[in-house]
């Protein structure tokens, strides 16, 4: 079993910046490949970021340039740096390894305008 546990969501201003953390305890293998996730209300939940293990990463479009996605192997933490929100951006974010059913339970990040 793997336990994932997001943290740093919360309310900010359109233009603001804010960190999620995602930290994996449990049963850790590797290699693999952690992604961000996110659903807005009324949507289906879509892949904001993924990295692997080697720090090779991918980005959804309406993130690139905006949000990093990175990870502290030694930690077992992989990180979403989120500048430039935009009210389009709220939404619950979560953490998974992709390729399985470990997911965490969320963080909501609420853009106000």
């Known amino acids: 079993q793997v336990q994932l546990v997001e943290s740093g969501g919360g309310l900010v201003q359109a233009g603001g910046s804010l960190r999620l953390s995602c930290a994996a305890s449990g049963r850790y293998f590797s290699p693999n490949v952690m992604g961000w996730y996110r659903q807005a209300p009324g949507k289906e939940r879509e892949l904001v970021a993924a990295i692997t293990d080697g720090g090779r990463t991918n980005y959804a479009d309406f993130v690139k340039g905006r949000f990093t996605i990175s990870r502290d192997n030694a930690k077992n933490t992989v990180y979403l740096q989120m500048n430039s929100l935009e009210p389009e951006d709220t939404a619950v974010y979560y953490c998974?390894?992709?390729?399985?059913?470990?997911w965490g339970k969320g963080t909501l990040v609420t853009v106000s305008s």
């Open positions: 998974r390894v992709l390729g399985t059913t470990y």
